[in-house]
């Protein structure tokens, strides 16, 4: 059974009944007053799943909290409050001293804050709620991608899960510009803000890009066709064979960069937001009317056998 399978056998009972939008996307809408939606994201960290234990405890409350905006981002919202429920072992004054400096750090660069929340004792665990706003009709969601799309990515991908993967392999071999990657990401969500106008859907990539563009051809009823070539890799991956390289880009997760689809008539303007964001943002193949993720190289020839993200229960 894969986690989505669980999720729709146990939790999904159907279109919901007073929300806009409710579970399937990377956030739930709720129709407010005076023309804005209501956004509400959850994302649970695990001890010894999600995160190492000797992992430094200011990157912890940075990436609890930037996986949770990075939802929000995904679906162009503005960030305003978060609750955080927390199970600690004990309490460790310089432990919760740097994981506070870290989480607080972003919420205050976001401006967003921490209004509740619930504290136990337990296992490590820690689970965020963020809420954001976006004005009602403007949210990106997965599901309105449309044939003859391009499709985009911000940034470089596969840098985390080469830093994941040299961290069980080898410690020692990792750089510190990858170990920043993995630890330190970053939520787009500027990026996610300006897309309301330019993106038809979007999603942030968390599980990897096949397996996250996959619930976006999944829920917009189309096929994306993705060229191999044209996929931007992170720095950390030209030490890797290309293969390898290919894969974690493809296949693995916690980059928290965004996926989106856009009119081919966006494509300048895109470019130029890109440009004024001093982030990459890079057209890497286009939707139609199939179904499902495909890959080809440069001479669009079909490549198989990629990893297909990250499942918890896969
Ligand atoms: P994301 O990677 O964007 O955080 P997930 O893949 O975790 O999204 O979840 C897919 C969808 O299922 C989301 O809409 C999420 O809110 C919903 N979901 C996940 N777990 C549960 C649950 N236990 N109860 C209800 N909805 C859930
Ligand atoms: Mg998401």
Not at 69 to 84: H, K, V
Not at 105 to 133: K, M, V
Not at 253 to 262: H, I, K, P, V
Request: with cysteine.
């Amino acid at each position: 059974m894969t986690e989505f399978d669980l999720i729709r056998q146990y939790f999904d009972r159907g279109p919901p009944r007073h929300a806009e939008l409710g579970i399937g996307d990377d956030g739930a809408l709720l129709r407010d007053r005076a023309g804005m939606s209501r956004v509400i994201v959850t994302d649970m960290l695990v001890g010894g799943r999600h995160f190492l234990a000797d992992v430094d405890p200011a990157s912890l409350g940075h990436k609890a909290l930037a996986v949770n905006l990075s939802d929000l981002a995904a679906m162009g919202a503005r960030p305003q409050a978060f609750t955080l429920a927390i199970a600690l072992p004990g309490v460790d004054a310089d432990w919760l001293g740097a994981f506070c400096r870290g989480m607080f750090a972003l919420a205050d660069a976001s401006g967003c804050e921490l209004i509740g929340g619930d504290t136990t004792r337990g296992p490590l665990c820690l689970s965020i709620t963020a809420i954001g706003e976006v004005p009602q009709g403007a949210a990106l969601r997965r599901d309105h991608a449309q044939p003859g799309d391009d499709v985009w990515v911000s940034g470089a991908l596969g840098g985390a899960a080469a830093a994941l993967a040299a961290l069980l392999e080898s410690p020692g071999s990792l750089s510190a510009a990858a170990r920043h990657r993995l630890d330190w990401p970053q939520p787009r969500l500027a990026l996610g803000q300006a897309l309301r106008h330019l993106a038809s859907a979007a999603i942030d990539v968390s599980d990897g890009l096949l397996a996250d563009l996959g619930h976006v051809a999944e829920r917009s009823r189309i096929g994306i066709e993705l060229r191999a070539d044209l996929v931007p890799l992170d720095p950390a991956l030209s030490a890797l064979d290309p293969r390898q390289a290919l894969g974690h880009a493809l296949g693995g997760g916690d980059d928290y960069e965004l996926a989106f689809t856009a009119p081919a008539e966006n494509r300048l303007a895109i470019e130029a937001l890109g440009r004024s964001l001093e982030l990459a943002l890079t057209r890497i193949g286009s939707a139609g009317g199939g179904r499902g993720v495909s890959v080809v190289d440069a001479r669009g020839r079909p490549l198989a056998d990629l990893a297909r993200g990250f499942d918890h229960f896969g």
